[in-house]
């Protein structure tokens, strides 16, 4: 997983007259907690989180502060103001390449579904995968093939297990379906096992249903 770099420096006083005239002066007002020692608070400048918040990818983040101090941590709680959106707090939680962190990854479907192909919809029903690892070996994002999903199929989390991680959802969670649409087409000759969605267990990925047709054969 990719991490960033922000720099600091550690706050003297945590008051609210501090914490204002951090706000004031462009700052934000974060903390930094696990490890062994108790919770550093320390503060940045908001420009610092532009390439950690508003994106779609994760990072873990290098903490400088100082020429001697730095933290392996992760982005654990944000708060924003409610009518301008500014930055007002960060909550930060250290890590080791020891200890498992559960973080929430990014989804990326891969390929065509072949329901799609015939005038389906693909619709998601998660975006984002909570898992638990060694913080080195989670992967910028997870990739989910749905090009074998036919109308009124389901992908669900199990198809993307990986020893490197444990997913943190129950096995019936659905990542994304097929649905039907208006726009369902005729069905070619190669595809005449696609039927139309009443027909197609819906609580089935392609892999369980094409087993089972062999089966009836």
């Given at each position: ?164 991680y444990e997913i943190q959802h129950p096995d019936n ?45």
């Open positions: 997983m990719k991490s960033i770099t922000i720099n600091g420096s550690k706050r003297e006083s945590v008051g609210k007259k501090a914490t204002k005239a951090l706000r004031n002066a462009g700052q934000v007002p974060c903390v930094l907690y696990g490890g062994d020692a108790k919770p550093l608070h320390f503060a940045t400048d908001e420009i610092s989180f532009n390439n950690l918040v508003y994106t779609p990818d994760v990072h873990t983040v290098e903490i400088k502060l100082g020429d001697s101090e730095k933290f392996n941590a992760i982005l654990q709680d944000i708060q924003f103001h409610p009518v301008t959106d500014a930055i007002l707090h960060v909550d930060f939680y250290q890590i080791s390449d020891d200890k498992p962190i559960t973080m929430e990854i990014p989804i990326h479907t891969e390929g065509v579904a072949r329901g799609v192909k015939n005038g389906g919809v693909l619709r998601y029903n998660l975006r984002r995968l909570k898992v638990r690892g060694l913080a080195q070996e989670l992967p910028d994002y997870i990739t989910a093939d749905v090009s074998q999903l036919k109308i009124g199929q389901k992908l669900y989390v199990t198809a993307v297990q990986d020893e490197a969670t659905v990542i994304c379906q097929v649905r039907t649409s208006r726009n369902i087409v005729a069905l070619d000759e190669d595809d005449e096992d696609e039927v139309a969605a009443d027909e197609v267990p819906s609580t089935e990925t392609g892999d369980v249903a094409a087993a089972k047709e062999g089966e009836g054969n």
